[in-house]
């Protein structure tokens, strides 16, 4: 992979990773497009990953910080406390996933693009239906609770699948339970901090101890972690805007043609 590849792939990644359009799915058709194959692939998708991961951290670095000081400051049961609880309940699902799965899902990856085209029509059809029952609900909605919790913690393990998008799936399960728009945004994109990161760390582990080896250099590993990071922070910041002013269906739309491509490139 040349820099400029990397450069690509990472913009990509930044960009898609907070917008409901699946950034696995994106970094699938972008490495078809380039041709960029092989097992530098999965350790170049774990580097902007984890770039984008600290992208969150960056925006939401406000609210990480208060929910830190709440959990670990004083010994009461307090908002903070409930909220990070919550969002440990959240992660389940994708946790048993990652223990259990985790060779079954990476044997998706690299297959082609009929995968990633079924599941980005999927991930339309969530946001189309997600944003027509908040218009018919008219109604505020409530905050997340333990019930949504666990709920929008399946759809995350579900999006490990390529063009199934996380945020988008996260958002949409969300919004389908009726929690409000200005809250299940940041319940999505805080819920993935430790999942990701932990992941990042082990497969950084096997990669210190041989179990996966990669061809990828330092110099597209460097400009695709900033391309991603960059991108990635002005993505997350506008996309919680989105959510707020109710203007999913766009990305609906785009999902669905993009997908559609994909599949019509798979039978011609």
């Given at each position: 992979m040349s820099w400029l590849e990397a450069l690509i792939l990472g913009i990509v990644q930044g960009l898609t990773e907070f917008l409901p359009v699946?950034?696995?799915?994106?970094?699938?058709?972008?490495?078809?497009?380039?041709?960029?194959?092989?097992?530098?692939n999965l350790t170049f998708a774990i580097i902007v990953h984890t770039?984008?991961?600290?992208?969150?951290?960056?925006?939401?670095?406000?609210?990480?910080?208060?929910?830190?000081?709440?959990?670990?400051?004083?010994?009461?049961?307090?908002?903070?406390?409930?909220?990070?609880?919550?969002?440990?309940?959240?992660?389940?699902?994708?946790?048993?996933?990652?223990?259990?799965?985790?060779?079954?899902?990476?044997?998706f990856f690299g297959n082609g693009l009929l995968l990633v085209g079924i599941c980005l029509i999927i991930t339309a059809a969530l946001l189309a239906l997600s944003e027509w029952l908040q218009k018919k609900r008219q109604g505020a909605g409530h905050e997340v609770?333990?019930?949504?919790?666990?709920?929008?913690?399946?759809?995350?393990?579900c999006a490990v699948l390529p063009g199934l998008s996380r945020s988008g799936t996260t958002i949409a399960t969300g919004l389908l339970c009726g929690v409000k728009k200005e809250s299940v945004a940041q319940f999505s994109f805080l819920m993935v901090l430790i999942p990701i990161l932990g992941e990042a760390f082990l497969d950084l582990l096997d990669l210190l101890k041989g179990e996966l080896t990669s061809d990828l250099g330092l110099v597209p590993a460097l400009v695709g972690f900033v391309a991603a990071f960059i991108t990635g922070c002005f993505a997350c910041r506008f996309m919680i805007e989105i959510v707020r002013r109710q203007r999913l269906i766009w990305f609906a739309i785009y999902c669905a043609i993009v997908g559609s491509a994909a599949i019509i490139s798979t039978l011609i």
């Open positions: 699946s950034s696995s799915g994106h970094l699938e058709i972008g490495h078809a497009l380039l041709g960029t194959s092989g097992e530098e770039a984008t991961v600290l992208s969150t951290l960056a925006i939401l670095w406000r609210e990480v910080t208060q929910l830190f000081k709440g959990t670990f400051t004083t010994p009461k049961w307090n908002v903070e406390k409930d909220y990070v609880a919550k969002i440990l309940v959240s992660m389940i699902p994708v946790f048993i996933v990652g223990m259990f799965f985790k060779d079954q899902v990476e044997a609770t333990y019930k949504d919790a666990i709920i929008i913690g399946v759809a995350q393990a």
